[in-house]
């Protein structure tokens, strides 16, 4: 079956520094990716997807893209703030018309000033 | 883009009760899912709820612990029975809208005393 396996947490960074949190999949067919956001107290927002190879996802500093050949999609910000605190989730959408998602464990972000 | 309100926000319940769920989307969709997230876990999914026929669990997951009702294309709800402390979760309603974007609702904290 699908699955995602995302690296550890938590990450702490000072202000300003670069972040990279990978993430790999097993996944049948050809999947989307995402990067959700779940920042303290607040629902899952997402923060940018992949449809298909090659694509790269991008929102508010963060960037992803979709690797089929490592079957990779890191996440990467060139200079963190404080207020990236947060849990980030990588996942994959269902293929052969599954739907549904399968989440990483989540990796929890902290970012001193 | 799709809002999604779920009520309760949060609840405090004994064990060996029930809590319903109500997830309510505010444009009509065809599948609505439901995810937990244990304390400190990633999400994962109990069951997706089709309008018209029944439910489709993961395994894990039955009926008669998670019943869920799906009357129409904008209403869904989960109910978790029997309660015991070791469903204290967060438990997340979801739809997805176009081809694979999701949305989720802001969650339903449980503690089971």
């Known amino acids: 079956g699908n699955s995602v396996t995302q690296m550890e947490g938590p990450v702490t960074l000072s202000e300003e520094a670069f972040l990279t949190i990978n993430c790999t999949y097993t996944a049948t067919g050809y999947p989307s990716l995402f990067w959700y956001v779940q920042y303290p107290g607040e629902g899952l927002q997402l923060l940018l997807k992949?449809?298909?190879?090659?694509d790269k996802g991008s929102n508010k500093g963060f960037e992803a893209t979709y690797r089929k050949e490592t079957t990779s999609f890191h996440l990467e910000k060139g200079s963190v703030q404080v207020s990236d605190s947060a849990v980030y989730f990588c996942?994959?959408?269902?293929?052969?018309?599954?739907?549904?998602?399968?989440f990483g464990s989540g990796t929890r972000l902290q970012v001193q000033p | 883009s799709a809002v999604i309100s779920q009520k309760p926000s949060r609840d405090i319940c004994q064990r060996g009760t029930s809590l319903t769920i109500q997830c309510q989307v505010d444009s009509q969709v065809t599948m609505m899912f439901w995810y937990r997230q244990q304390p400190g876990q990633s999400l994962t999914l109990i069951a997706t709820a089709n309008q018209g026929s029944e439910a489709t669990y993961e395994s894990g997951f039955v009926i008669d612990k998670f019943p869920i009702s799906r009357p129409n294309l904008t209403f869904s709800t989960l109910t978790v029975s029997n309660m015991s402390p070791e469903d204290s979760s967060i438990y997340l309603c979801?739809?997805?809208?176009?081809?694979?974007?999701?949305?989720f609702g802001q969650g339903t904290r449980l503690t089971v005393v």
């Open positions: 996942a994959l959408s269902g293929t052969t018309g599954r739907r549904a998602l399968t």
């Open positions: 992949a449809t298909k190879a090659d």
């Open positions: 979801s739809v997805v809208k176009g081809d694979t974007e999701a949305f």
